[in-house]
C-alpha cells in the first residue's frame, strides 16, 4: 500500500477532473448512467430523464420490459415524454405518432390508407438496464453498450442485508457533488451534530492508505485516529472509499466483528452541466428495526438536510471556480 495524506486524495481527485475536462463531451457521454430507482418508475406512465442536457423518456412497453428512446418525436420534434403512454407505446403529443419500445413507428394518424410509414420516422432505441434495482441508460452509441460495465456491488447479495434509497436533484454540477461527498474531512465540522453526520470534536486528521488511483478513480482505506466509535464488536475499525469514474462514491465500515456489513453508495448523473441527480443507496445487515419501518419520503427528508448544510458551500464554490473560468 501506499502511504498516503488528505492532499495526496484530493490531488488523485483533481488530477481526474482535468483528465475528465480534457476529454471531449462525446468521449464522457460513453458510460452507463443511474438515473433512478426502478421500484421508482411508473409502469402507467412516462419518465422523462436528462443525460448532459439530451432528453430521453422510460416507459413499459407491451410486454412489461423497461424501453427508452430518445425524448424527441423524428417528426416536429416534440418531447415525447409530454404525450401519451398508450398499450405499451408512446403517442407524440403534437400530432400522434406512436412508437413501440423498439423505437418502430407504429402509427403516423395523418397518413392515406394504404400509405407505408416511411423508415426515417422510426427512432433508435436507448439501451437501457436494470441492474441491483437501479435504472441505468447508455449514453454513447448504442452498439458500444456492454452491461458488463455497470456497476455492480456484491455486499448487496449478502445474507440480511438490506438498502434504505432515495434521489434528488441538485442546482450544481456532478464534479461538484462528487468532490463533496469525497471530501470525508468536512463532515465533523459542516455536520456537527445532524443525525448521521458528525461532531465537532472528532475533527482532525485522516490517515489514507490509497491502494490504486488514476483517472478511472481511486480506492483508499483510511481511519480517524481520534475517533472512537463505541462498543466492542460495533466499533469501527478503520473505513475504505472508492470512486469509480465517473459515477460512483462507495463508502464501506470496518468492523470489529467482521460480520457486520455497512456501506454507502452514492451513485450521480449529471442532468445538465450545472445540475445532477444524486442516487443514494446505503446497505447493511444490521439495521435497527426503526430505520427499517422508516418511510421513504422521511428519509428523503433527513437526507436533504445533510445535503442542505453543504448548499450553501458547493454553490459558492461552484460559483468561485466559474468567476476563475471567466478571467
Do not use: K
Not at 412489461?64 to 420534434?77: A, W
Not at 394518424?109 to 420516422?121: D, E, H, N, S, T
Not at 483508499?220 to 475504505?240: I, L, N, Y
Amino acid at each position: 500500500m501506499i502511504e498516503s495524506t488528505r492532499e495526496d486524495v484530493d490531488s488523485t481527485v483533481e488530477a481526474a477532473r482535468v483528465a475528465a475536462d480534457e476529454r471531449s463531451d462525446a468521449e464522457y457521454r460513453q458510460h452507463w448512467f443511474p438515473v433512478a430507482f426502478e421500484i421508482d418508475v411508473d409502469p402507467a406512465a412516462l419518465t422523462r430523464v436528462t443525460i448532459y442536457g439530451t432528453g430521453y423518456v422510460l416507459f413499459r412497453d407491451r410486454s412489461g420490459t423497461l424501453s427508452c428512446l430518445p425524448d424527441r418525436c423524428p417528426h416536429r420534434s416534440a418531447r415525447l415524454s409530454d404525450g401519451r403512454l398508450c398499450a405499451g407505446q408512446v403517442e407524440c403529443l403534437y400530432h400522434g405518432w406512436t412508437f413501440d419500445g423498439t423505437g418502430a413507428c407504429a402509427r403516423i394518424p395523418q397518413l392515406g390508407a394504404g400509405a407505408a410509414i416511411p423508415p426515417r420516422a422510426a427512432l433508435r432505441a436507448v439501451p437501457v438496464e436494470i441492474v441491483e434495482g437501479i435504472v441505468w441508460i447508455w449514453g454513447g452509441p448504442p452498439g458500444a453498450a456492454d452491461s458488463a460495465d455497470i456497476i455492480r456491488i456484491p455486499a448487496l447479495s449478502a445474507t440480511g442485508v438490506r438498502t434504505i434509497d432515495y434521489t434528488t436533484d441538485l442546482p450544481y454540477g456532478q464534479a461538484a457533488l462528487v468532490e463533496n461527498v469525497l471530501d470525508f474531512a468536512h463532515i465533523h465540522i459542516a455536520h456537527d451534530g445532524a443525525r448521521g453526520g458528525g461532531q465537532r470534536a472528532h475533527a482532525g486528521p485522516l490517515a489514507f492508505d490509497i491502494e490504486e488511483r488514476g483517472v478511472a478513480g481511486f480506492r483508499a482505506d483510511f481511519r480517524s485516529p481520534t475517533v472512537d466509535d463505541g462498543r466492542e464488536g460495533q466499533r469501527t475499525a478503520g473505513a475504505f472509499v472508492a470512486f469509480d469514474a465517473p459515477n460512483l462514491v462507495h463508502y464501506v465500515s470496518h468492523y470489529g466483528d467482521e460480520e457486520r456489513i455497512a456501506g454507502l453508495a452514492l451513485f450521480s448523473t449529471p442532468l445538465e452541466h450545472d445540475r445532477c441527480r444524486l442516487v443514494y443507496r446505503a446497505y447493511s445487515n444490521f439495521w435497527p428495526e426503526r430505520d427499517l419501518r422508516r418511510p421513504r419520503w422521511r428519509e428523503h427528508l433527513h437526507q436533504m438536510e445533510l445535503l442542505e448544510l453543504d448548499m450553501a458551500v458547493v454553490m459558492g464554490q461552484t460559483e468561485e471556480l466559474a468567476a476563475d473560468d471567466r478571467s
